[in-house]
């Protein structure tokens, strides 16, 4: 039997070794950890929730025999030893930190996948030529610290670390502050450099799209992530009384920020639908009846799978904001600028190889949401697949995923990381 | 001489008995209750820094031999006994608290001009024949409790006062606990019903807009208050993923309030500047860059001096807000309703006749601000006098006032306040 052959029954027996029911258990224990009234979690990075989702992460590890190691950006990973000594990992994994009124699913499933591959691996009796590592990585969200993705940015570019650890969440709280919290709650897990070695990072998630639901599919093989842009825009007017003063000699900041919103709502028209735009965040000072706005800060998020669009549109938010200032001043700052990434490669082409073998429905799928992933992407071959969630709704506590799909996109997962770690 | 005669005269003298000094310590020891590092005060109503601003003031009165009463309101009143017995007082004041970044002069100047104007009386050893009664109006701004002039209004209608006491500041503090706190800072205030009569209100202010400093006038004489009517506009939509929900499945409650607001813009477009339109609070849930947000909730605040635009433009808030409302819900509030006010009779001529008596420049002027006068209004002959702002600028921390107008304006009240008590 060549080794190919060797791998991908290796990667066939992975799959089947994969538990629906350890799986969804992980999965509603996960859910209890920052739990809302409304079905989903308020898990926001190294948040007290989190850091109690980091524990029971290490303390699962631990129970399978796996090593629990942190880097100095708190990305946490369980490490299964490969029979060919200090080779370099395949990495699978997600992130444990949610939106403010999150799903159970986003991020969460990801790591809890690559948990339950791991765990089938065990079930087999099988050890890997490459060692194996699940990872959470650190703040990926970007709902507390911004920008998001915090902890694979570093992973991927050392050189950031001291900048992204001094970012500050709305409370002043710093992220090396809270991180400190973090590493003292999992005393366990040994600390890492950066900048190790990666052989290939795999990455499985809810598609938090209506795109698989729509279309009948279980499995989507990514095919890149669509290029972001965040800014911070803050609009400084004055305050006045909203009773006497005319609307001549006002300097009303929400009133120009609104302005600004409509231009921009104007120029990311897209009837294609290929644009993403978002005001997510707008807060008003002093924010009170009777006193005319004196400041508001905004977000933007703007996202566009093509390099060209996603300049050229990108470009216009800082113009179209100073163009309908009025009388009011704005600063725009771009928070984080992120490339539009194409997987190719090996992981991509294994995944599609894979589901194929497992004969599960599929098609190729493009994220509008940016993931880890794309972070990895710049330091080894990556790849990512989507399962469905009901409805595409995701950010929001009603999100779901059906029990079947998070463990045919487990299976799928299992598989690929057998047989790119090798037998 | 003729009773007319012998009030003019005692006018004249309490006018001139006023002190800039003492108004001018009192005003800055006032400001320093509540400052803000910008020369402003936070002193939103019944919180511990308005609590500290009402022992001064009873203080103030106790040195002066005043009787300090207190109402179900929490309304203070420091009484001057007058010759005539138990006949009804001239009363005269407005409030100690402030907008969160609000001004020193702002209410406070009304309250302290009125004490000194006593003091004055008290100079010239004079009793007058009325009762005259200093007072501070509960939660004029309604910046902490909506809706604003809280004191007033059950004072000009106790029926209300249940309702009233049950209103909430957005941290789930009713108004009656805030009272209770309130009431104990304050033992030696004796207890007084709602209900009591007025013989007549004098309410002495700053401008709070651009109107005297432009026209050069030192006095302006009140002659009636715009209408107004507040809306609670709440918006309904889902949240979801700002990276993966395509624009046509959105219900994104930011972008269908900013299409509200945009349209009420364009009703209330007014050449003339006649109408006060203004979105001071917007809040975003939950306010996090990448989610939809699911709910905004917004105010307007809308102003208008004549009675059928009053009534027309504002009928249609509710209307605008559902037709711009897309795939969103949306509830409309009307959270307080006063009508246009004019001031005519007694008060508002003797305020014009002592500002000519006393060769003071002046002009009529409307009141595009609320205040507590508009509800005495509703009881007792009322009028109020403005005196100018710097830049009209007003709910702000750098509101500012010159002490020779201030005092000029001490001097008319002062006079006011005398000719109507009677010798």
């Known amino acids: 039997m060549s080794a190919e052959g060797a791998s991908a029954d290796l990667a066939r027996a992975a799959a089947g070794a994969v538990s629906e029911a350890r799986l969804g258990e992980r999965l509603a224990a996960m859910a209890e950890i920052g739990a809302t009234g409304r079905g989903g979690v308020n898990r926001q990075a190294l948040t007290p929730e989190e850091i109690k989702a980091r524990q029971l992460f290490v303390r699962w590890g631990l129970e399978l025999g796996l090593e629990p190691l942190i880097d100095d950006m708190g990305n946490l990973f369980l490490r299964r030893a490969g029979s060919g000594g200090d080779a370099a990992p395949v ?36 050890k890997t030529a490459a060692p194996v590592e699940v990872a959470a990585w650190t703040n990926e969200e970007g709902a507390r610290f911004s920008p998001g993705c915090l902890g694979s940015k570093v992973f991927a570019d050392p050189g950031r670390l001291p900048d992204l650890l001094a970012v500050k969440d709305l409370g002043g709280v710093s992220v090396a502050d809270a991180l400190a919290a973090a590493r003292r709650a999992v005393p366990e897990a040994r600390r890492r450099p950066l900048g190790v070695p990666v052989k290939a990072y795999i990455e499985a998630h809810i598609e938090q799209g209506p795109v698989l639901e729509a279309q009948g599919k279980t499995i989507g093989v990514v095919t890149g992530i669509a290029g972001r842009r965040h ?14 003063t005319p609307p001549s000699r006002r300097r009303d900041a929400l009133a120009a920020a609104l302005r600004m919103i409509a231009g921009l709502e104007r120029v990311m028209a897209d009837p294609s639908e290929t644009v993403r735009f978002t005001v997510g965040r707008l807060v008003v000072s002093p924010n009170a009846p009777s006193v005319v706005p004196g400041a508001v800060l905004f977000t933007v998020d703007f996202r566009h799978p093509e390099e060209s669009a996603w300049r050229r ?9 100073k163009a309908n200032a009025g009388r009011c001043a704005v600063t725009v700052t771009e928070i984080s600028t992120t490339r539009p990434i194409a997987f190719t490669g090996v992981v991509r082409d294994t995944i599609e190889a894979v589901t194929r073998r497992l004969e599960l429905s599929w098609m190729p799928i493009l994220s509008g949401a940016g993931h880890d992933a794309e972070n990895l992407a710049l330091l080894c071959p ?17 999100e779901n995923a059906a029990l079947a799909d998070l463990t045919a996109g487990t299976r799928v997962l299992g598989a690929v990381i057998a047989e790119i770690a090798g037998a």
Chains 1, 2 share one sequence.
């Open 382 to 398: 990556t790849g990512m697949l989507f399962v469905p969630c009901e409805r595409g709704i995701s950010h929001n506590e009603s």
């Open 91 to 126: 990495v699978a994994g997600s992130h444990l930190d949610s939106q403010p009124t999150g799903g159970r699913f986003d991020g969460t499933y990801g790591v809890l996948a690559a948990l339950e591959a791991v765990q089938a691996l065990d079930g087999l009796g099988i």
């Open 313 to 321: 549109l990108g470009d216009q938010v800082p113009e179209i904001c």
């Open 231 to 244: 800014f911070r825009v803050e609009v400084k007017g004055e305050e006045a009384h909203a009773g006497t």
